[in-house]
């Protein structure tokens, strides 16, 4: 294994141990358990997909389906679980961004 390489590993394994990283990655593992939220989720890409046909087809039932879409979308974006994850989200891609940051100022 090359010194990058396991610098890389290190570097992986110490975001890993951070408490928000963990935190997030709970709520990954609770959402990816829960089959109701799956449920809910494929639902809303079975509307949009549908949105999109009735939009070629010219199909005047569009509206309705983008009301039920927008209702359904709403119901699971403000569901508890999902509400964390996407916060926690924010704050690990600002984590990672940071590091990301630092480690190429430390290039220049």
């Known amino acids: ?8 590993l290190k570097l992986n394994q110490m975001i ?3 408490p928000i990283v963990q935190e997030f990655k709970k709520y990954e593992r609770l959402i990816d358990n829960n089959e109701q939220l799956k449920d809910q989720e494929q ?3 079975d509307l949009q997909k549908k949105i999109v046909q009735q939009k070629a087809n ?3 039932n569009v509206q309705t389906t983008i009301a039920l ?4 979308k709403e119901a699971f974006e403000n ?8 916060y926690l989200k924010e704050e690990v891609d600002e984590l990672l961004q940071t590091i990301n940051g630092q480690i190429n100022g430390l290039l220049k």
């Open 69 to 72: 879409y927008q209702k359904k």
């Open 79 to 86: 569901h508890p679980l999902i509400v964390n994850y996407l």
């Open 43 to 45: 639902e809303i890409k």
């Open 1 to 8: 294994m090359s010194k990058i390489e396991e610098l890389s």
């Open 16 to 18: 890993l141990e951070e």
């Open 58 to 60: 010219q199909d005047e």
